[in-house]
């Protein structure tokens, strides 16, 4: 989903608690340059807020560098 | 659709306190893990910051905060009338040291001091 919103980013997701509801995302994508901490993460965000809509995420740790 | 006269308190709080977090729990009892990261990292800050317990009206205050500032989780940080972020920006940013530069303060020797978890691990049903 990450990568469908952010063409070109490496996304590596790691499972938490083994429950596939706790993960812990890195992104690094070049659209992430120029923008601030906070515009990165709501790049990611909302490419996945369908899934903490359906439920099928409680958290997200997201950590974005730009590349 | 958020509570107008809620908005425009969360505005005038935001306005009128240069360091604000939006938290669940309280500094003393956090009732969050991630609450309780931003608060550890403001602890070891020489800074006076507002804290607001969002537990009592969760669900207005995250409409409020997604107008306001596109963000519907907590804890939120804000400085000087912008949202910096949330745990996970908040402890990068006090790692790299823009955290101390966007309060105007002096970066801390010490880390933050990792206080024991709130809540014990997810129990395993085998």
């Given at each position: 989903?990450?990568?469908?919103?952010l063409?070109?980013?490496?996304v590596?997701?790691v499972?938490e608690?083994?429950?596939?509801d706790?993960?812990?995302?890195?992104?690094?994508?070049t659209?992430?340059?120029?923008?601030?901490r906070?515009d990165?993460?709501?790049?990611?965000?909302?490419?996945?807020?369908?899934?903490?809509?359906d439920g099928q995420?409680?958290?997200?740790?997201?950590?974005?560098q730009?590349? | 659709?958020?509570?107008?006269?809620?908005?425009?308190?969360v505005?005038?709080?935001i306005a009128?306190?240069?360091v604000?977090l939006?938290m669940?729990?309280?500094p003393e009892?956090p009732?969050c893990?991630?609450?309780?990261?931003?608060?550890q990292?403001l602890?070891t800050?020489?800074?006076e910051y507002?804290a607001?317990d969002v537990l009592?009206?969760?669900?207005p205050?995250r409409?409020?905060?997604?107008?306001?500032a596109?963000?519907?989780?907590?804890p939120q940080?804000?400085?000087?009338?912008?949202?910096?972020g949330g745990a996970?920006?908040?402890?990068?940013?006090?790692e790299?040291?823009?955290?101390?530069?966007?309060?105007g303060?002096?970066q801390?020797?010490?880390a933050?001091?990792a206080?024991p978890?709130?809540q014990?691990?997810?129990?395993q049903?085998?």
């Amino acid at each position: 989903m990450i990568e469908a919103a952010l063409p070109g980013a490496e996304v590596e997701v790691v499972d938490e608690t083994g429950a596939g509801d706790h993960l812990r995302a890195t992104v690094r994508a070049t659209q992430f340059e120029g923008l601030s901490r906070i515009d990165q993460h709501r790049l990611v965000k909302a490419a996945v807020r369908a899934r903490f809509d359906d439920g099928q995420i409680h958290a997200l740790s997201v950590k974005t560098q730009p590349r | 659709m958020a509570d107008a006269e809620l908005k425009s308190k969360v505005e005038e709080l935001i306005a009128g306190n240069p360091v604000l977090l939006f938290m669940k729990g309280t500094p003393e009892a956090p009732r969050c893990g991630f609450s309780m990261r931003v608060v550890q990292v403001l602890d070891t800050m020489d800074v006076e910051y507002g804290a607001i317990d969002v537990l009592p009206a969760l669900q207005p205050l995250r409409e409020v905060t997604a107008e306001i500032a596109d963000w519907q989780t907590f804890p939120q940080l804000y400085v000087n009338g912008e949202l910096l972020g949330g745990a996970d920006i908040v402890e990068e940013m006090f790692e790299s040291g823009e955290l101390a530069e966007a309060l105007g303060v002096e970066q801390p020797a010490a880390a933050p001091q990792a206080a024991p978890p709130a809540q014990s691990p997810p129990l395993q049903i085998e």
